[in-house]
């Protein structure tokens, strides 16, 4: 089930990519957060510009909506080269990828979103431009059928996943440089929403950035997002100025807490709480409750409640921790067992 949802990490709407756009710090300097994965990523772009080669392949992984798009962008804009965007599950023929890859120039950035999305055939494609700079094209068919081989430029391969433990091994294998994006902390997420602010125009005092940033869900996107609605309400309710009742009475309004939850995630937790006691219980079966996707879930509501430890994974499946039963006022059930958590 898809539904528009205020606190998702995904883009929501083109319109929404768009007005991103214009937020999306433009160089690693104005890049705020993510500290170790900028400082390695400098360096790395640093001594590929004073070698005046392409930047080796990329593999960005980690929740969405945490800037793994925004950072292509910049690895682009720092090598002065192109950047050519694309996804997984978009690239259906290997004709389609064969167009993107001949046009690309050296040091050329191709950023493939949703990388563990990609077509088996379209993967094995990539695997010789990745490694040798050349794909091996195959034109008619049967007893014409004959292969191509076209060399490429010397491109970099910037690629994106929520889920590193999905790619296959040979796909693993042929990036050289490994970053893992988390999620922002408070105080970061605070500087975004005053950076946006001053992109946007629009006033907004310290408290009222705080009150944004702890209901972003450790999430820029989120924090962007909730700052537009926040900048309508304070327009047509107020003086136009974010202050930290106006930033409170905005979000209230859009049913997000002051944890940053919504409803999915409390339907999520009163799930497992009042259907399955506390679990632990299979996301098939809450999914199922729920009448949502398992990669919704998973995807999109269970890392920040784990990262918040409101659940735990756990062999057996999802549990509801004490936080939940707190956040959601509800009486504690039992004392629990110590468990053993459960990665996958
Ligand atoms: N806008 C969105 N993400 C950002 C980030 N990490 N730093 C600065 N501005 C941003």
């Not at 970053?179 to 602010?197: C, G, M, P, Q, T």
């Not at 702890?214 to 309508?232: F, K, Q, S, W, Y």
């Not at 506390?278 to 269970?302: C, Q, R």
């Amino acid at each position: 089930m898809s539904r528009e949802r205020l606190v998702s990490p995904e883009l929501i709407s083109k319109e929404e990519e768009t007005f991103n756009r214009t937020l999306r710090p433009p160089t690693l300097k104005e890049y705020i957060g993510q500290k170790r994965v900028v400082e390695k990523l400098s360096i790395a772009l640093e001594a590929a510009k004073k070698r005046g080669e392409a930047l080796e392949h990329i593999l960005f992984f980690g929740p969405p909506g945490l800037g793994k798009t925004t950072l292509a962008y910049i690895i682009a804009h720092a090598m002065e080269a192109k950047i050519t965007t694309t996804s997984g599950p978009a690239l259906e023929r290997t004709g389609d990828l064969m167009g993107i890859l001949t046009n690309l120039g050296e040091r050329d950035v191709l950023f493939i979103d949703e990388v563990h999305r990609l077509p088996a055939n379209i993967e094995e494609f990539l695997y010789p431009a990745m490694e040798d700079f050349k794909v091996d094209f195959v034109v008619d068919k049967g007893m014409f059928a004959k292969t191509i081989n076209v060399p490429l430029k010397k491109f970099t391969l910037v690629a994106a996943t929520t889920r590193a433990g999905s790619l296959s091994a040979p796909l693993r294998n042929r990036f050289g440089l490994f970053y893992h994006l988390d999620f922002y902390n408070a105080d970061e997420l605070k500087e975004i929403v005053l950076r946006s602010s001053r992109i946007l125009e629009t006033t907004i005092d310290d408290k009222g950035a705080e009150e944004i940033a702890r209901r972003a869900r450790g999430t820029p996107r989120i924090a962007n997002r909730l700052l537009r609605r926040v900048r309508d309400y304070a327009e047509v309710k107020g003086s136009g100025e974010i202050t930290a009742a106006v930033a409170e009475a905005a979000l209230k309004l859009e049913g997000v807490d002051e944890r940053g939850l919504d409803d999915l995630d409390r339907r999520f937790l009163n799930a497992i709480i009042g259907l399955y006691h506390g679990g632990p219980v299979g996301v098939e079966a809450l999914a199922a409750t729920l009448n949502e996707e398992v990669d919704t879930l998973v995807d999109m509501v269970e890392p920040f409640l784990l990262q918040q430890g409101f659940i735990s994974r756990t062999k057996s499946g999802r549990r509801a921790n004490e936080p939940a039963y707190g956040h959601l006022n509800l009486p504690s059930l039992r004392p629990r067992a110590a468990e053993l958590p459960f990665r996958d």
